[in-house]
């Protein structure tokens, strides 16, 4: 079994479909990638995964590849926020917030995190920045335990889809054992 930070490194150099940009962040990218991983595979959480607008194009190439049956895994429980609560775009107060969590922890007994893609600024980042376990992939705002990059960034949405061929190959490498994903 191979060391995760190695294993990452690694597989970016080995993949021609991801640049060398992401190893400059395997640090960032690590820690972040494991704890998101452990409480998948390990603790049976699953993943609601929500972006801002302009990202919703990634959030279904997400939802559309994470359980393709090429990756010859079991499926995992990757959802669509707005299947649960179509008024995003709504929340205003504490208690719209707290009566969603409420709603999500009746839905999901063995647990549930967010897997934000966007802008921090925008309405749809407020519940998963206050969850404890968020997956965040943050634009324009460098917050600790979040991914951060910039929504200027010419490159953004290539970026985007190899950092998830990467994390699509380390959640099928943590299941397979062949790497371990706990710091």
């Given amino acids: 079994m191979q060391e995760f930070l190695n294993w990452t490194v690694d597989t970016i ?13 395997k640090y960032e990218w690590t820690p972040l990638v494991s704890k998101n991983i452990v409480n998948l595979l390990e603790k049976g959480a699953s993943v609601i995964v929500l972006t801002d607008r302009d990202r919703e194009w ?7 590849n994470v359980n393709s049956p090429k990756l010859n895994r079991p499926f995992l429980p990757f959802y669509d926020f707005k299947s649960f609560y179509k008024y995003m775009d709504n929340i205003k107060s504490d208690d719209d917030i707290s009566y969603i969590k409420d709603m999500l922890n009746i839905s999901f007994p063995n647990g549930y995190c967010f897997w934000y893609i966007g802008k921090s600024q925008d ?61």
């Fill in 13 to 25: 150099r080995e993949d021609r479909l991801i640049s060398p940009w992401l190893e400059e962040k």
């Fill in 58 to 64: 990634f959030l279904e190439y997400v939802l559309s």
């Fill in 123 to 183: 309405v749809r980042a407020v519940i998963p920045k206050v969850s404890k376990n968020s997956f965040l992939w943050l634009f324009d705002e460098e917050i600790q335990d979040a991914f951060n990059l910039r929504s200027n960034d010419e490159a953004l949405d290539m970026k985007l889809l190899q950092m998830f061929r990467l994390y699509n190959k380390t959640v099928s490498s943590a299941l397979f054992a062949e790497i371990n994903v706990e710091n």
